[in-house]
């Protein structure tokens, strides 16, 4: 299934759109200087070598979820896809809510994803707040054009005179002020003589149209706070509508690619670039906004502002919880950004709104980590299991492959004694129909091992089973010519008592019960309090060495992943994943 995908590119409507562009050679006498730019930066410098620009805009406000790798996939996708540049821009424009952890972890979980914008031709990292000086230069524009003015209505007034989607606007008693009256105000407000909310710099519009984000919408406003990146510079900063578009023409964006919440922006979105092309700020051929349907997942909650609220009110035990749908969380849980790639094009990009099994997106990282991982041997409830006749002193090494279907990855050994682990579900005092483990009387495999009859058992004082006896046939080792000499319909898996390690597992549950846990009143009322599990278990020796974040499917089980909480004393894995239920004999 994954090598079928690796060669053929899945389809979209965007990628459509892309082609009809390229087709029609729009983009043939694009210029780009090497930085963002309005017109007189771009307009004597060389033809693009990018065919086209995308760019994912994060705000700096939060960590990046699987919804974010929606966008992050796409777009970078599409940018290599069609010998473009896909750029990571901070739309750091708003100066609260934003920081440097955000900052730094969004640039990881690009990178993590598998995604470059940087190399040794060009650097595409950039912050919004880099151009604060072009964005005021452009409400200059506007304003010198006759298409902005300063209002100073009360913030009430303006809601009230804003209309409804029934009545049309009313028109400010301040927007036929004089040019040279706005160019003053825009200054004063600038140079700090005024306080918050006391005026905004509105585009000039139609209070009547249809469409309310076209009834003349703020574009600056009043804000004394200091900034993270610029200080205390600015006291007016520009409006998110207004910003985005020229962000997008400043960094030649070709595709702008968002979501479809934005779609009702978009008239305001092309207004704002023509109107600044026809006064020569920008250069053309202006972005174009296009929309798709956000990712929405059953079972999780994708909305920044819950997923801080888990975080702060320790519903998690921070971002990188690893049942937090962050990809930070998904890191640490084990999910493999080949399998966001997989998932990513099993559910395609449309402009329909769906919610996502969260079992479609558990199948493709199981898909990816069964070929990805190679395998450890682990007893999860173990039982002690002697074998009779076998030489206590002897030490048989039994040679495994580490990844059944990748020869290439070699094997390793392990090592069979008299004592044994086996999982409790592996012996069966009296079997149900169609069980081929081990019960009284009947023969099964050791894997990579011989052959063994159950002779015996022995219950403890809480009447559970302890310890299971047998004895083996020497003639049926594994990959021996006499390996098929008795023939067994079940297979158990198993560690030396002697020569294995106990480790600690963490086993996740979904952190909601729920399919829309956002349906509640309050999301955290869906909290499944059982959501995390933690056991002990024994792995083969040979785990003693591992690092964090080293994935390996435990046979028979699932897929684990090293936790960084490990130390030497204590190996912690997250189970990533069960394995499908296929290992039901
Ligand atoms: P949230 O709604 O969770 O607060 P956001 O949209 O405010 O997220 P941004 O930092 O503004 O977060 O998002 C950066 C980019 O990621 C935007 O282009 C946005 O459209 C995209 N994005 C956010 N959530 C999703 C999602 N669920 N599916 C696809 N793309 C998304
Ligand atoms: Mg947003």
């Not at 030489?391 to 040679?399: Q, S």
């Not at 047998?470 to 080792?477: I, L, N």
């Amino acid at each position: 299934m994954i090598n079928e995908n690796k060669n053929t590119v899945l389809t979209n409507f965007i990628r459509n759109i892309i082609e009809k562009n390229l087709e029609a050679n729009l983009y043939a006498e694009k210029k780009w200087s090497g930085q963002p730019g309005p017109l007189y930066a771009h307009k004597d410098a060389p033809i693009d070598t990018a065919k086209i620009r995308t760019r994912f805009p994060p705000e700096p406000n939060g960590y990046l979820h699987f919804g974010h790798a929606k966008s992050i996939i796409l777009n970078f996708t599409l940018a290599q896809d069609f010998n473009g540049r896909c750029h990571l821009r901070f739309d750091d424009t708003n100066p609260e809510k934003e920081n440097e952890e955000y900052v730094k972890s969004i640039i990881d979980s690009v990178h993590w994803l598998g995604y470059k914008f940087e190399d040794e031709h060009e650097n595409n990292l950039y912050y919004a707040s880099n151009y604060f000086d072009y964005m005021y230069e452009a409400a200059k524009v506007l304003i010198n054009a006759g298409l902005a003015y300063v209002d100073k209505q009360t913030a009430e007034e303006i809601r009230i005179n804003r209309g409804t989607l029934k009545e049309a606007g009313k028109d400010s008693p301040f927007r036929d002020q004089s040019i040279d009256e706005n160019l003053k105000l825009f200054e004063e407000m600038k140079s700090g003589q005024y306080q918050d909310g006391e005026m905004v710099l509105r585009a000039k519009i139609n209070m009547a149209s249809p469409n309310i984000n076209l009834r003349d919408p703020a574009i600056y406003r009043i804000r004394h706070v200091s900034h993270h990146n610029t200080g205390n510079k600015w006291c007016i900063y520009p409006m998110y509508t207004f910003a985005h578009p020229i962000e997008d023409a400043l960094e030649k964006i070709t595709h702008s690619i968002c979501t479809l919440e934005f779609e009702d922006q978009r008239p305001f979105y092309e207004w704002v670039l023509k109107k600044l092309a026809e006064f020569d700020f920008l250069e053309k051929p202006l972005p174009k906004q296009h929309e798709f349907s956000r990712l929405n997942l059953s079972h999780v909650v994708l909305s920044k502002r819950k997923l801080i609220q888990l975080v702060e009110e320790n519903h998690v035990n921070g971002w990188d919880d690893p049942r937090m749908p962050t990809l930070v969380g998904a890191k640490r849980r084990g999910y493999h950004p080949k399998g966001f790639k997989l998932f990513m094009d099993r559910i395609g990009v449309s402009k329909s709104d769906s919610v996502i099994d969260y079992q479609t997106f558990e199948d493709s990282m199981r898909e990816v980590l069964n070929e990805e991982c190679n395998r450890k041997i682990t007893v999860l409830n173990p039982i002690k299991l002697i074998i009779e006749n076998f030489d206590e002193n002897h030490t048989e090494i039994c040679t495994v492959p580490n990844h059944p279907q990748k020869p290439e990855e070699g094997t390793r050994e392990v090592k069979l004694t008299k004592e044994l682990w086996i999982e409790g579900e592996d012996f069966e005092i009296n079997p149900p129909p169609k069980y081929f483990r081990l019960f009284p009387g009947n023969k099964v495999r050791l894997r990579y091992g011989f052959v063994i009859e159950c002779t015996d058992y022995k219950l403890n004082d809480n009447g559970e089973v302890s310890t299971v006896f047998c004895k083996y046939f020497p003639e049926t080792k594994s990959g021996t010519a006499g390996s098929d000499a008795v023939k067994v319909k079940g297979n158990i898996h198993w560690l030396s008592t002697k020569f294995s390690k106990p480790i600690t597992i963490r086993n996740y549950d979904r952190l909601f019960l729920s399919e829309n846990p956002n349906e509640f009143d309050n999301f955290l009322d869906d909290i499944n309090q059982s959501s995390i599990e933690t056991n002990s278990a024994y792995c083969e020796e040979s785990i003693s060495d591992v690092q964090t974040g080293e994935q390996f499917q435990f046979e028979r089980h699932g897929y684990y992943i090293v936790d960084p909480d490990s130390n030497a004393g204590e190996i912690i894995f997250n189970r990533t994943a069960t394995l499908r239920d296929t290992w039901q004999k």
